[in-house]
C-alpha cells in the first residue's frame, strides 16, 4: 500500500489510520487540477462507473447509475451520535458514538482492498474566509471524487490554507458491498467527524453536502454563535443597481431550486428586475460588524432533481447543465444524450432507463403502472458558476447582506400567499411551526401536515428545541435583523387547481416582500402578520381568476385555531427543551384569532 506524508500531523496520523483499517491497495491526494480530473473521468469510465455522454451535445458531461437500493438519502440509518441522547434531541436518530464507531469499524476493515483511496481535501465556503470551514474526505469512490470537484472546492490550495492547523472535519466514506444491511451515515459533532459507509448514493456521500454543511455544520453554529440553515440565497437587483438578498427555507417539493434561479415576468420586465443566485440550497449566515446578517453559499455546485425540470420550471438550470455535468439514474437516449420525464421536448421512442434496461415509450409493469426512464430522485450535478443567473460574489469572502427571510410550505387552504410577521420572535415560531400537507404521492395519510421547522427536520444536527433558542438568541445579536414572511405558492380553489401560477410570477410576491423591508409599500395586519392588500402586488400582464388575489390573500380564523392544535402536539415533542417563548407566541396567537379569549394550558 502507497503512503502520502503531509505537514499537518494530526491529518497524517489520521489518514494511516483509516487506511491501516480500510486496507487500500494504494492512496491518492486529489489535488484539484483538471489534468488529475481528466484521468480519473477515464478510469472511471473505463470501470464502467461513469459513462460518457455526447460530446457534441453535452461536453464534459456523464451518466452514473446507483444500485436500485440506493437512490435517495437513507434518514433511518442516519445518526447523530453524541455522548448524551438528549443532545440529539427526539428528532434524531441516535446511537452512542462508542457502539457507532464499532458498528462501523466492522464495516470499514477491509472494506477498500483492491481499491484506491483518495484523500480530498475541501473547503466548504471561500478558502480562508472567516465563514468557511475545511474537511477532508477519504473515499474509493471516484464517482464521489468528481462530484466534490464540482460541488467544493477542492485540492492542495484548500491543503496549502489548512497547513498545521488541527481543525478539520474527518470524513471517512466507502461504498463498501453497498448491502443496504451495512450501510450507515453516522455524524460525531463532539469530534468533528463523519463516517459513511455502504452507500453510493450522493447525499450519504458527498460528505460536504448535508452531513457537513448542515448536521455538522448546524452544531458548530450554535456554539460559535452563527447559522448553518438549508436555505436557498437569491439577490434580486433594480434598474438603480441596488442589490438585495433574500434567504429562503422550503421543504422539498416547493420550489426552492426554482425560486433561486428565477427569471423575472414578462409583466414585470418594464421594471428592469434581474435576479442574482448565490445558491439553491444551503446558507451560512453570521452577525458582522454592522449589526446585520450577511451569509455565503458553502457549495459551489447544485445536486439537482431532474424530474420536472424544463425550460418552463427553471430555464437557467437547464442552460447550466448542458456541460460539464454529471448526470445520476436518467435515462439514457440512443444519441447519447439523456432525458426524465417532465424534461424539454418530445418523449423518446426508446432508450436506457435509470437500472440499466432497455426501455420504451409507454412501457407498462405487470400491474399496468407506467415504467419511468428515469428515478423519481435522479439527479444532477453541476457547477454553479455556469448558471446564467449566477453571483459575481460567489468568491466574496465577505458573503452578501440579507435584508428578508422567507419561509415556506405546501398549505393547500391555511396559509395565505405571503405575510410578514411582527418581529424576529414571531418569525422564528412562524419558522418553527412551517410544514407541508402529504399529497396523493407521499406515503401517509394525504392532507396531514408534516412539520418542517426551517425545512431542516432531517438535518439539524442537534437537539431541536435547542435549535429554536438558538434562533431566538441571534435575533438579539443583531442591532438590524432581517425581517421575517411566510408564504404559500401551492394554495387551491374549490375545483383543486393552483390559485396561483408559481414559478417566475413569485417575483411579483417577492417584490412586496423587499419593498417591505424598504419601507416602501403597505399592508394590513391580520392575527397572523402583515398582509399585502389586494393593490400592493403588482398584477400587470397577470390573468387570475376573479376573485383569485382575494382567495390568496384570505385568514380563515377556524381554520387556524384548528392548526393550533396540531402545533401544540408538535411543541409537545420536545418538552422543556421548547423555548418558553415560542409558547408564548402561540398563545398570543390563539388570543388574536379569537379576539381576546385566552388560550388552554400547555
Known amino acids: 500500500m502507497g503512503r502520502i506524508t503531509f505537514e499537518n500531523k494530526v491529518l497524517n496520523d489520521w489518514v494511516a489510520e483509516m487506511a491501516a483499517m480500510c486496507r487500500p491497495d494504494d492512496i491518492e491526494l486529489i489535488d484539484g487540477s483538471q489534468e488529475q480530473k481528466k484521468t480519473l473521468e477515464s478510469k472511471s469510465a473505463a470501470m464502467g462507473e461513469i459513462i460518457p455522454l455526447n460530446p457534441k451535445e453535452l461536453p464534459g458531461c456523464f451518466l452514473h447509475r446507483t444500485n436500485p437500493n440506493d437512490v435517495a438519502r437513507t434518514e433511518h440509518l442516519t445518526f447523530i451520535c453524541t455522548r448524551k441522547q438528549h443532545d440529539a434531541g427526539p428528532i434524531n436518530n441516535w446511537m452512542p ?3 457507532a464507531y464499532d458498528k462501523a469499524r466492522a464495516i470499514f476493515t477491509g472494506a477498500m482492498s483492491g481499491r484506491t483511496m483518495y484523500v480530498i481535501p475541501f473547503s466548504m465556503g471561500p478558502v480562508g474566509s472567516p465563514f468557511s470551514k475545511v474537511g477532508v474526505e477519504l473515499t474509493d469512490s471516484i ?11 477542492v485540492g492542495l490550495p484548500v491543503l496549502n490554507f489548512l497547513g498545521k492547523n488541527n481543525e478539520f472535519t474527518k470524513c471517512l466514506h466507502s461504498k463498501a458491498d453497498l448491502n443496504i444491511e451495512r450501510r450507515l451515515i453516522l455524524h460525531f459533532p463532539e469530534d468533528n467527524t463523519i463516517w459513511s459507509v455502504g452507500s453510493g448514493y450522493g447525499g450519504n456521500v458527498l460528505l460536504g453536502k448535508k452531513c457537513l454543511s448542515l448536521r455538522i455544520a448546524s452544531h458548530m453554529a450554535a456554539r460559535e454563535g452563527w447559522l448553518a440553515e438549508h436555505m436557498l440565497i437569491m439577490g434580486v437587483e433594480r434598474p438603480n443597481g441596488q442589490i438585495q438578498y433574500i434567504a429562503a427555507a422550503f ?9 433561486a434561479m428565477l427569471v423575472p415576468p414578462e409583466g414585470l420586465k418594464r421594471k428592469g428586475y434581474r435576479v442574482w443566485t448565490v445558491g439553491d440550497d444551503i446558507a451560512w449566515m453570521r452577525v458582522d460588524t454592522d449589526g446585520s446578517l450577511w451569509a455565503v453559499n ?6 439537482g432533481v431532474a424530474p420536472g425540470t424544463n425550460s418552463k420550471t427553471n430555464p437557467n438550470m437547464v442552460e447550466t447543465i448542458k456541460r460539464n455535468t454529471i448526470f445520476t439514474n436518467v435515462l439514457l437516449k440512443p444519441d447519447g444524450t439523456v432525458w426524465w420525464e417532465g424534461a424539454d421536448g418530445e418523449i423518446p421512442e426508446s432508450g436506457i432507463d435509470w437500472q440499466g434496461r432497455p426501455w420504451k415509450r409507454g412501457a407498462q409493469d405487470a400491474d399496468g403502472r407506467p415504467v419511468l426512464g428515469a428515478h423519481p430522485n435522479s439527479r444532477f450535478t453541476t457547477p454553479v458558476a455556469q448558471c446564467p443567473s449566477a453571483t459575481f460574489r460567489l468568491e ?3 458573503g452578501v447582506p440579507i435584508s428578508a427571510v422567507v419561509f415556506g410550505g405546501r ?4 396559509a395565505p400567499l405571503v405575510y410578514e410577521t411582527f418581529n424576529w420572535r414571531h418569525g422564528v415560531f412562524s419558522g418553527a411551526t412551517m410544514g407541508s400537507e402529504r399529497t396523493a404521492a407521499q406515503y401517509g395519510k394525504q392532507g396531514e401536515v408534516r412539520r418542517d421547522p426551517m425545512a431542516m427536520l432531517p438535518f439539524c444536527g442537534y437537539n431541536m428545541g435547542h435549535y429554536f433558542r438558538h434562533w431566538l438568541n441571534m435575533g438579539k445579536k443583531m442591532s438590524k435583523a432581517p425581517r421575517i414572511f411566510h408564504v404559500n405558492w401551492f394554495r387551491t380553489g374549490a375545483d383543486g387547481k393552483f390559485l396561483w401560477p408559481g414559478y417566475r410570477e413569485n417575483l411579483r410576491v417577492l417584490e412586496w416582500i423587499l419593498d417591505r423591508c424598504n419601507g416602501t409599500v403597505g399592508c394590513q395586519k391580520t392575527p397572523i402578520g402583515y398582509l399585502p392588500r389586494t393593490k400592493d402586488i403588482d398584477m400587470t400582464k397577470l390573468n387570475l381568476a376573479e376573485g383569485a388575489i382575494k ?4 385568514v380563515n380564523r377556524k381554520d387556524w385555531l384548528e392548526e393550533l392544535k396540531g402545533i401544540k402536539e408538535f411543541f409537545k415533542t420536545f418538552g422543556d427543551d ?3 417563548e415560542l409558547w408564548q407566541e402561540y398563545y398570543a396567537l390563539h388570543k388574536r384569532l379569537t379576539g381576546g379569549r385566552a388560550g388552554t394550558g400547555k
Open 298 to 303: 458553502p457549495e459551489t455546485g447544485f445536486f
Open 396 to 398: 466574496h469572502h465577505h
Open 251 to 259: 421543504p422539498s417539493a416547493c420550489g426552492k431550486t426554482n425560486l
Open 97 to 99: 458514538p462508542q457502539q
Open 578 to 580: 421548547l423555548p418558553e
Open 411 to 414: 398549505r393547500q387552504h391555511l
Open 143 to 153: 464517482y464521489v471524487v468528481l462530484n466534490m470537484m464540482i460541488m467544493t472546492r
Open 551 to 554: 382567495k390568496l390573500l384570505a
